[in-house]
Nanobody, 116 residues
């Protein structure tokens, strides 16, 4: 059974930082591309950042220069370091694992609230 468990969300002031973690089980983690997505109420789910199995990264324009995705294959964990947070970053963040031909898995999400 595949599980992706996110953690690290919470309340932070504008300009602050948070680090999200997502730990996977039930998959050969090193073979999967990992992504962080977010979905605000009434909006489509947006990919925030992605890291390939080989370590290549890409980011949504809205977070470039502020967010950093990384992975630790020994710990089956992907991270999202979020700096210079803005109120518009407030929403639920979801972890995704994807590998061509093998499936697409999602975590249940972690809430990030940026507010003073």
């Amino acid at each position: 059974q595949v599980q992706l468990v996110e953690s690290g969300g919470g309340l932070v002031q504008p300009g602050g930082s948070l680090r999200l973690s997502c730990t996977a089980s039930g998959i050969i983690f090193k073979n999967y591309a990992m992504g962080w997505y977010r979905q605000a109420p009434g909006k489509q789910r947006e990919r925030v950042a992605r890291i390939s199995s080989g370590g290549s990264t890409n980011y949504a324009d809205s977070v470039k220069g502020r967010f950093t995705i990384s992975r630790d294959n020994a710990k089956n964990t992907v991270y999202l370091q979020m700096d210079s947070l803005k109120p518009e970053d407030t929403t639920v963040y979801y972890c995704n694992a994807a590998m061509w031909g093998a499936g697409d898995y999602w975590g249940k999400g972690t809430l990030v609230t940026v507010s003073s």
